[in-house]
C-alpha cells in the first residue's frame, strides 16, 4: 500500500529523501496540488466557515484544521470515492472523523457537503490518482 501525506497549506512542505512529495492542499484556495501540480480545486467548510482558515475551530462548520494528514483507506461511504484522513500533525480542536469526498447526492444542494472534510467535484483527479497508485 502506497502511503500518501496531505499538507494543510500553512505548514512548512518538508519531504524526506525517498518519501513522496505531499499532496498539498489549501485552506483558503480549495486548491489540491501534488507535485507541483494543481489536481482540482474543492472545499472545506460550509456557509461563512468554507475554507476560511480563521474558523478551522469551528466545529462541523470550519474547514479542514492545518496540520499533516495520511490516506488511511478509501470506502465508498459517503460518495463513490471517499478518502479517509488521519491526523497525524497539528491541533485537531477535538475535530475528527476527515475525509476527501464528492458532493452529497442529490437532491441535496451543492456546496453544502462539508462539515470539515475537503470537497472534491465528481471523479476528481486526486480521486483517480489515488485509486492508480493503489493499484500500482
Known amino acids: 500500500m502506497v502511503t500518501l501525506s496531505i499538507l494543510i497549506a500553512g505548514m512548512t512542505a518538508r519531504r524526506r ?29 460550509v456557509l461563512t466557515n468554507k475554507n476560511n482558515p480563521d474558523r478551522q475551530q469551528v466545529k462541523g462548520m470550519g474547514p479542514l484544521p492545518r496540520g499533516t494528514y495520511h490516506i488511511a483507506g478509501h470506502n465508498n461511504s459517503i460518495s463513490p470515492m471517499t478518502v479517509i484522513l488521519v491526523q497525524t500533525s497539528g491541533e485537531s480542536y477535538g475535530r475528527s472523523l476527515f475525509r476527501i469526498h464528492g458532493e452529497k447526492r442529490p437532491p441535496a444542494i451543492p456546496g453544502f457537503a462539508s462539515e470539515g472534510c475537503i470537497i ?13 497508485r493503489q493499484n500500482a
Open 120 to 132: 472534491m467535484g465528481p471523479g476528481g483527479a486526486f480521486a483517480g490518482d489515488y485509486v492508480s
Open 17 to 45: 529523501k525517498g518519501e513522496s512529495m505531499a499532496w498539498i492542499y489549501h485552506q483558503s484556495t480549495g486548491e489540491l496540488w501534488h507535485n507541483g501540480v494543481l489536481k482540482g480545486k474543492g472545499y472545506s467548510g
